[in-house]
């Protein structure tokens, strides 16, 4: 089999790992270009890419396929598959007609719900209970295709956005493998339109902690949000992020105690009071600092009981 992988973010990596120990002919790589980021707006190659070129892919990275010289590139190569795994680029119709048997996506939710580019961080940021794999036939509207075949797989009391990524990266692998050698055969089935949700980007106005909500919603948006882009309050004057975080147990109601107000600190973290129940700080992290746990952190920087954050 002949295939053609596009794919930009680090969750690509451990699936194309598990491609390349099989036959299938990885033909070539596309990502997104090298991007700018960092304080310094240095210029930065995405994961996929750099992987990809270390270990001796052949890698392209068109800023779109607008050009038809672009679709003609690929047009040439006569790939049996197109798999495409957090790319980042919508791909036209001549695009999705190009390989002989069918451009494929792998999208990390168990569609219809959460279409779109933030599938994970807004599944757990929901509360949800499950999330998943669904490996879809492309079409040229975002994420609706047909689905082939859906992986669920159970959000942990304390899964992160990255551990819960991770996860899920691991699993693509062995996944999508097993459906390649039946892809010949498979029949896709349509989506149900009306159980459509979508997980836009997360946007910075949405990263900041408002303590007066309840203690779940604010722990579901720290593991939501962690390891990246991070949610995040004033303390001190400073802008710290909350990485890691734990329910109170046995504090469900609202208190006559300020939402933000500080009530213990201790070995396992730092307790504050939320608009229902409370919440445990147990990692975070100061501007340009690395994540530090509770206990680390405060050897360096002053919390108080009765402290409003």
């Not at 798999?83 to 980042?88: C, D, F, K, R």
């Not at 295709?145 to 692998?173: A, Q, W």
């Not at 989506?191 to 007066?212: P, S």
């Amino acid at each position: 089999m002949k295939l053609i992988f596009m794919g930009s973010s680090s969750f690509c990596i451990p699936i194309l790992k598990a491609l390349l120990k099989t036959n299938i002919d990885i033909m070539r790589v596309y990502t997104q270009p090298p991007k700018f980021a960092g304080r310094g707006k240095k210029l930065f190659e995405v994961p996929v890419s750099s992987f990809a070129k270390d270990i001796g892919l052949e890698v392209c990275q068109p800023e779109s396929f607008l050009l038809p010289s672009e679709v003609e590139n690929l047009r040439v190569m006569q790939p049996d598959i197109i798999l495409v795994v957090a790319y980042g680029l919508l791909l036209p119709k001549k695009v999705l007609e190009v390989p002989k048997l069918a451009a494929i996506n792998l999208h990390a939710s168990i569609l219809p719900k959460w279409r779109g580019a933030a599938p994970i961080q807004r599944s757990i940021i929901a509360g949800d209970k499950y999330s998943g794999l669904s490996i879809m036939k492309m079409e040229e509207q975002l994420d609706s295709g047909p689905i082939y075949e859906v992986l669920k797989e159970k959000i942990l009391h304390n899964d992160t956005y990255s551990s819960l990524s991770n996860r899920l990266s691991e699993l693509g692998g062995e996944f999508l493998i097993n459906f390649l050698k039946t892809v010949e055969i498979s029949s896709p089935r349509a989506q149900n339109v009306t159980g459509a949700t979508y997980a836009g980007k997360i946007l910075k106005c949405e990263t900041k902690i408002n303590w007066h909500e309840p203690a779940q919603k604010i722990d579901c948006k720290i593991r939501g949000l962690s390891e990246r882009p991070g949610a995040w309050t004033n303390i001190n004057g400073e802008r710290i992020k909350i990485l890691s975080s734990a329910l109170v147990e046995g504090i469900k109601k609202r208190e006559a105690i300020s939402p933000g107000t500080v009530t213990h600190i201790g070995d396992a973290g730092i307790e504050v009071v939320c608009g229902t129940g409370r919440i445990l700080i147990e990692r975070l992290q100061r501007p340009g600092k690395i994540p530090l746990h509770s206990s680390d952190f405060l050897r360096g920087f002053r919390i108080h009981p009765n402290q409003i954050l």
